[in-house]
């Protein structure tokens, strides 16, 4: 085995010094010290402690072990308490003590309530999770197929967020099998859900064009597996400001056709690293609630060098990037740019 690089040698002392003393008592100098490297070498990683705080997260969900047996779940609500008891199977118990590896995440919130620009990547983050899990419950369940799940999903979602706010802040407080029925409760529960956002009668047709699209390789953070993007369907370069855009190009897109989701950001040491987090938390939940078969053909695609983007023409790409190109045997034959592109090119 290789040596490591100064990345990884700074992101496992992170972690070790975040699980001993929390995030709020560890100090970048400890990390460095800890790591054997200059801070400069730290620095060079990741600009900051928050960056290395999302990206430990993000490295910790990655590396969470499976369900232990498939997913049985074969309707919606039986699929949404499943995935609440996946999520609130990994909180700390009562008995941990107050630091540790199940604490790790106890000042997420507070870390991004500190920043204006990881409040709105969160934001949109969890409006895609919603979207997925949305997506993914209409898709298993025939009685839901004519019936929008979205806002069902962003409910439970709402609960699940509020009970690791509350497991960390009362350890012990609460009822974890409540919390499972309940988001039961919602998935038959009649929320006035549905697909009419008022913009789009008024977007701008996507632009009809003949390009070559020769995509680098690339996964799908949410599956874990590698991600063809050759095929026919939407690729959509959307900044993390801009995510829950991605179900206009899937409520719009012809049946049998794919659609991607790719996300860029202005901030990648630190943007970069909450998002791969919360999609690596999500497809670990969705993973013990729903059979493949059922999950949507939605994939997620973190693009933090741009090359995705630039594969599409996109020369600059941040936070409020959003372009979408039509693909039709391997080649771009649409494109669209800024507010409602997802549906125009998904329409074309």
Not at 21 to 43: C, K, M, N, S, Y
Not at 63 to 73: C, F, H, K, L, V
Not at 109 to 125: W, Y
Not at 267 to 292: H, M
């Amino acid at each position: 085995m290789g040596e490591r690089s100064d990345a990884d040698r700074a992101l496992a002392a992170a972690r070790d010094e975040f699980t001993k003393h929390g995030f709020r008592d560890a100090t970048v100098g400890q990390i460095t010290e800890r790591a054997g490297l200059t801070r400069g070498a730290v620095d060079s990683c990741f600009p900051s402690k928050r960056a290395l705080y999302f990206a430990v997260l993000a490295q910790a969900a990655a590396e969470a072990p499976g369900p232990p047996y498939p997913p049985t779940a074969r309707t919606a609500s039986a699929a949404l308490a499943d995935f609440a008891r996946a999520w609130m199977a990994r909180l700390p118990l009562a008995t941990d003590g107050w630091h540790g590896a199940s604490h790790l995440d106890r000042d997420l919130v507070p870390e991004i309530l500190s920043s204006e620009a990881a409040s709105r990547a969160f934001s949109q983050l969890t409006s895609l999770s919603a979207i997925v899990v949305g997506l993914a419950m209409e898709q298993l369940d025939p009685k839901k197929a004519a019936t929008r799940m979205v806002r069902a999903a962003g409910t439970a979602l709402t609960a699940l967020h509020g009970a690791r706010q509350l497991a960390a802040a009362a350890p012990g407080f609460g009822e974890p099998f409540a919390v499972a029925r309940i988001c039961e409760e919602l998935a038959d529960l009649d929320l006035g859900d549905g697909w009419a956002p008022a913009h789009l009668p008024y977007v701008s047709p996507a632009l009809a064009v003949d390009q070559r699209w020769d995509p680098p390789p690339v996964r799908d953070a949410l599956r874990g597996d590698p991600a063809e993007l050759t095929g026919d369907g939407v690729v959509a370069i959307l900044g993390l400001h801009r995510l829950a855009a991605v179900e206009e190009a899937w409520r719009a897109v012809p049946a049998g056709a794919a659609v991607t989701a790719v996300l860029v950001t202005d901030s990648p040491g630190e943007l970069g690293a909450l998002a791969r987090f919360v999609v690596s938390d999500l497809g670990g939940c969705l993973r013990a609630a729903v059979p493949p078969a059922a999950w949507p053909s939605l994939r997620i695609v973190h693009d933090e060098s741009g090359a995705v983007a630039a594969a599409a023409g996109v020369a600059e790409c941040g936070d409020a990037t959003q372009t979408a190109v039509r693909i039709r045997a391997g080649r771009i034959v649409a494109r669209a740019d800024g507010y409602g592109a997802c549906h125009a090119a998904a329409s074309a």
